[in-house]
């Protein structure tokens, strides 16, 4: 099945993956930047037939494109939300315009008559604001928002998802909806423009960080999330579905390790040093990015992907993998000088 798609945020890590499949498979693309005068600089990191792609202006806090966007599409990739590299002045910084964002695709959506529409939404709208004692989730867990655990971030993922499935049971007829939940996205990078994801890589490598503190996230390859948003797009009976898309759940000091043993030399400076949990906890008084997380030392969020793998099929590649690939590719483009 091909046809013609909208997917939102082309400039993003993760949309720009997707485009690239959807192009490969034969899909014809619309896709949306803030400012046109990008258009080129994007479309030379896509690296794909022009002819297969179009772009427009939008934003997620303007009604302005997404009809135009959207017509003549059936389905659509609702990918763009604010990842930001810096703790907000305010949680409604990221709050809003994810909510916002999600609503005004979906109501463009409707308008458009489109098919089916696959939101990207995030383990933060899942795995957060529950006990330590529970460190296993399916797809059935939402976030607590409520909690002290829940940063702004993890509150605009969770505030978004649940806000545009209140809005397709309430409005969306017979329009198909689905959410993609990834965890941490690493992989190859196209340009230097890299995503905020990819920050813990690129501290390890330049040695910026003074040891290693005891947490961890749930890893997946960008080209595993973009392959499970173009099976949401094409498989049968999604309506409602709701995927995690995660690898294993790795520590700190296991990526460090992961890092050493395949760059060699080049890893020179990933720390070796385990930070006690007391230092994280000093930092934080001092570093607001540090602070969001503070929640997470010594904690676990296994996440499996067996529904994705039973419904979709689909299968991540080895984690190392992933965490090498961003490695040398940040490197590669002299994002880290090793």
Known sequence: ?????????????IAGFIIRQLVAEGWTVHTTIRNLAREAEVRAAL?????????????????????????????????????PSNAPKSDDELIIPARDG???AL?????????????????AAIAYGHPRSKTRFTEADWTNVDSPDAYAYVKSKTIAERAARDW?????????????????????????DFSTS????????EGSMPGLPNFGFGVVDVRDVADMHVRCLTAPNMANERFIC?????????????????????ARKVPKLRLPNWAVRLAALFDPIVRQVIGELGGRRESPADHAREVLGWVPRPVEESILDT????????????
């Open 1 to 13: 099945m091909a046809g013609t798609v909208f997917v939102s945020g082309g400039s993003g890590y």
């Open 47 to 83: 690296g794909v037939d022009d002819s297969k792609v179009k772009f427009f202006a939008a934003d997620l806090m303007s009604d302005a494109g997404w009809a135009e966007a959207m017509a003549g599409c059936s389905h659509v990739a609702h990918v763009a939300s604010p990842l």
């Open 102 to 104: 999600a609503l005004r």
């Open 107 to 123: 109501k463009a959506a409707k308008a458009a008559g489109i098919k089916r529409f696959v939101m990207t939404s995030s383990m």
């Open 168 to 192: 397709v049971a309430a409005e969306g007829g017979d329009m198909e909806f689905v959410t993609v939940n990834p965890s941490l996205v690493l992989g190859p990078l196209q340009s230097g």
């Open 198 to 205: 990819l920050e813990a890589i690129k501290k390890l490598l």
């Open 246 to 266: 995660s690898g294993p759940f790795m520590m700190m000091p296991e990526i460090a390790e992961i890092l050493r043993a395949g760059l060699g030399p080049q």
């Open 327 to 338: 490695a040398r590719d940040m490197i590669r483009l002299g994002i880290v000088k090793v």
